[in-house]
């Protein structure tokens, strides 16, 4: 009874069904899964509304979803009277789930429907991760051992059963009159990269075939030796990778390839036992047919995989998981290491993805364009276009599609992000601030690919991006996913970002330049190399607080022309500088000196130990109200300034609330900035909240005053003005050639800062203050 959809509608609307909902089964669903308060109940494949009507009298809120008309018709009809029912028209293996609640459920049911799945694996890990925390799901079915010949089609033997529930942490399995009653809890999020024992020494060439769907999903069978594993095996004498690869996979999967579509790319090598192994990894960019088991003494069965789950598919044979990290690198995170010597030529990008990403996709650009991060139909466009979460397989679809954030990519050994894809507003607004238009050359410092591709998109469709980093894993998987899912005009060059990309240099210099790690110098090269009127964009560290700054060169100046208050991944290269931090109070609390001299802290643990002195400022402003222009103001024309950190214990007896406004060291004595709130209204807007001045020390009160006045003057001069003018200068340039302002010395270059108020002679009176002090 292998019927498609309009098949099943068929059968409901003749009025024929299954085995109707039995006591026994109502007794188990209560006990074990009963409804919490506010309960939400998810049903796949439900018929005529049995069970979507049970769950409702048990107090959950129902979303009831089958892929045939006519078994909605009939539920609605026949379970009339059932409250907080919703009837969804939804294909849950292949239809966009956008209809379902983002909110999660706290139980998804699947009642005599698993076996007709094809996709298993991959329908039961999408589901999963719409589990709220203590959800479960709950599979009912039928079982080959009690189910008869011809009906076997609608049972799961016991391989099946123990490949669905080996992925949970918990399973609680019951009998309901002869069906399996599986309760299923907290899925696992790991892989074991298995071996299969000495290879034939015949065998130590052999190719594994990396195919794909429409929707960008992987191929792999469910091997008799329990481990999933891509289509591949030996390369008979002869043959070579690609003959291998197309022959394998119409013997195992039954799909027709030409050779032409199959691209060579990399060899790896390892060892098992005493045998040298070498893969060939052979990717397909076209193929037609329908996966089928034809060798049922080696594979289950073939279903088609989400990348971002493959990291908790289970047991993977060890050569299919190294192919898979090696055309998806970080999707198989901690495989052991192997050699891969890539293959010269490129293969041609390969399509494919879900209306549900195109849907994401779309939703993440109105996003963006609502709060105004990109105006513009160029970049609108590229957004809509350039596909997120190919450049992060390793996340799923509305991770990969969240406008707010950035996915972490690679992480350093204890943990810290060293690599990621910005969020998507931030790259919006980078590229906006560009003034890119088509034809044009970008340089990018840091690579990853999504924001080289949103350029590339963005010039086209002749404009060319080169990307640097010198990382090269970064390097690796962002040329794997260009080469995937990119335009062709994406160059990643291995390199120190702050030396530019010499030998990829246009005559007249770059159109653009964008920085996407932070950083606390400007380096020389990036103005050298870009060409005269035209902008460099980077995030650039002052004082501690990071802004992403467009700047445009005006012969050896650039000058600012927007601020955005931003935060990136640190520098790694040759110019990455470690602020120095100094402990105080046991550890609590943490000094950090980010720009200018060091700073005498002498007596700054005894000054903690006392009594602290406070002064309200008289500057009131409503709750969420931004103030990072305060925060540059203060960095750049107060002497003696510093960033503050606190655990959470010092936060409420020592510093509250200090850990985001300028902080004053000087004569064993401390200051900070914070804030008290006044008045609780019923929105933030309607809350008000004071500047205060926290001092300790025997010159707190004398710093106190500093920081009052700094933050009165802000309000008076800055507060409704934003960001003032700021030139770059080179490092050397004389004080006479510089305009008046506040100056901040970095390394390679000299930043001025115009601030409304400030009197030329007091900016330049703080400037030698700071020379005087180094």
Same mark, same amino acid.
């Given at each position: ?55 409702? !009298? ?11 008309? %006519? ?102 399995? *019951? ?9 299923? /809890? ?28 429409? *929707? ?82 080696? &594979? ?51 399509? !494919? ?34 596909? /997120? ?91 794997? &996913? ?17 030396? !530019? ?64 208050? *931003? ?42 130990? %006392? ?15 931004? &103030? ?13 300034? *510093? ?88 490092? %050397? ?42």
């Amino acid at each position: 009874m292998a019927y498609d959809r309009s098949e099943w509608s068929t059968h409901y609307y003749e009025g024929r069904g299954f085995r109707p909902l039995r006591d026994v089964e109502r007794e188990l669903i209560a006990r074990h899964t009963p409804a919490p308060d506010g309960g939400r109940a998810l049903e796949v494949g439900c018929g005529t509304g049995d069970l979507a009507g049970h769950l409702a !009298g048990l107090g959950y809120a129902v979303d009831a979803v089958d892929f045939a008309e %006519g078994a909605l018709t009939r539920a609605c009809k026949e379970q009339e009277r059932a409250e907080g029912v919703r009837w969804l028209c939804l294909d849950i293996e292949r239809d966009d789930p956008s209809e379902l609640h983002d909110e999660g459920y706290d139980l998804i049911t699947m009642r005599l429907m698993l076996a007709s799945v094809s996709d298993r694996s991959r329908v039961m890990r999408s589901l999963a991760a719409r589990l709220r925390p203590g959800g479960a799901v709950v599979v009912i079915t039928p079982v080959a051992a009690s189910t008869s010949e011809e009906r076997r089609h609608i049972a799961l033997d016991e391989d099946e059963v123990n490949l669905l529930t080996e992925c949970w942490e918990r399973v609680e399995r *019951c009998d309901a009159d002869g069906l399996a009653f599986l309760v299923l /809890r907290d899925p696992a999020s790991t892989y074991q990269s298995l071996e299969k024992g000495r290879p034939e020494p015949q065998a130590v060439l052999g190719a594994c075939t990396v195919v794909t769907d429409d *929707c960008g999903r992987v191929l792999l069978g469910h091997s008799t030796r329990g481990m999933w594993e891509l289509p591949g095996g030996r390369i008979e004498t002869g043959e070579s990778a690609q003959e291998a690869s197309v022959r394998e996979l119409g013997e195992e999967a039954c799909l027709s390839a030409r050779l032409e579509d199959a691209h060579l790319l990399t060899i790896l090598h390892d060892d098992r036992a005493d045998v040298r192994r070498i893969t060939a990894v052979v990717r397909l960019s076209a193929w037609t047919g329908t996966p089928q088991v034809s060798e049922p003494h080696r &594979f289950t069965r073939w279903e088609w995989h989400d990348l971002h789950t493959l990291s908790g598919l289970g047991p993977l044979f060890a050569p299919s998981a190294q192919a898979l990290e090696a055309v998806w690198p970080g999707v198989l995170p901690g495989l052991p290491p192997v050699r891969s010597y890539p293959h010269a030529d490129v293969p041609p990008a390969v399509g !494919g993805e879900s209306a549900e990403a195109v849907q994401l996709r779309w939703k993440m650009t109105d996003a963006v364009v609502a709060k105004g991060w990109a105006p513009s139909a160029s970049v609108q466009q590229a957004l809509r276009t350039v596909p /997120r979460h190919r450049f992060t397989p390793e996340t799923s679809l509305r991770t990969a599609y969240d406008d707010d954030l950035a996915v972490a990519t690679r992480r350093d050994e204890a943990g810290m992000t060293i690599s990621s894809v910005s969020a998507a507003w931030l790259q919006a607004d980078m590229i906006e601030n560009l003034h890119l238009e088509p034809g044009m050359t970008v340089f990018e410092a840091g690579s990853g690919g999504y924001n080289a591709e949103l350029m590339a998109a963005v010039t086209a469709p002749t404009g060319k991006v080169i990307t640097a980093d010198l990382d090269p894993y970064v390097l690796h998987r962002t040329r794997r &996913f260009t080469a995937e899912a990119g335009s062709g005009r994406v160059t990643a060059v291995l390199g120190d970002g702050s030396l !530019g990309a010499l030998g990829h240099v246009p005559a007249e210099g770059f159109d653009g330049i964008s920085i996407t790690h932070n950083v606390w110098d400007i380096a020389p090269a990036w103005r050298h190399q870009l060409a005269q009127g035209r902008y460099l964009v980077l995030p650039l560290e002052i004082h501690g607080y990071t802004r992403a700054i467009a700047l445009q060169r005006q012969g050896d100046v650039l000058h600012a022309r927007t601020w955005t208050v *931003c935060g990136f991944v640190r520098d790694q290269g040759a110019a990455a500088r470690t602020a120095q931090t100094v402990t105080l109070a046991e550890g609590r609390v943490q000094l950090h000196f980010h720009d200018g001299p060091d700073l005498e802290t002498t007596g700054l643990d005894e000054a903690l130990r %006392g009594e602290r002195h406070e002064v309200p400022t008289g500057v009131v402003m409503p709750g969420m109200y931004p &103030f990072d222009t305060l925060q540059v103001y203060a960095a750049t024309t107060l002497p003696g300034h *510093c960033r503050l950190t606190a655990d959470r214990s010092a936060a409420t007896a020592l510093v509250a609330g200090g850990e985001y406004l300028p902080v004053l060291v000087a004569d064993e004595s401390l200051a900070y900035l914070t804030t008290v709130q006044l008045h609780q209204g019923e929105t933030p807007a309607e809350s008000r909240w004071e500047f205060y001045a926290h001092a300790y020390g025997p010159a707190g009160p004398v710093l106190a005053d500093q920081l009052t006045a700094c933050a009165q003057e802000w309000d008076r001069r800055v507060r409704h003005t934003g960001y003032p003018p700021m030139t770059v200068h080179p490092a %050397g340039t004389p004080e006479h050639e510089l305009p008046a302002g506040d100056v901040l010395d970095k390394a390679s270059c000299r930043l001025v800062f115009q601030w409304p108020g400030r009197p030329a002679a007091e900016s330049k009176a703080l400037t030698a203050a700071g020379s005087a002090r180094e």
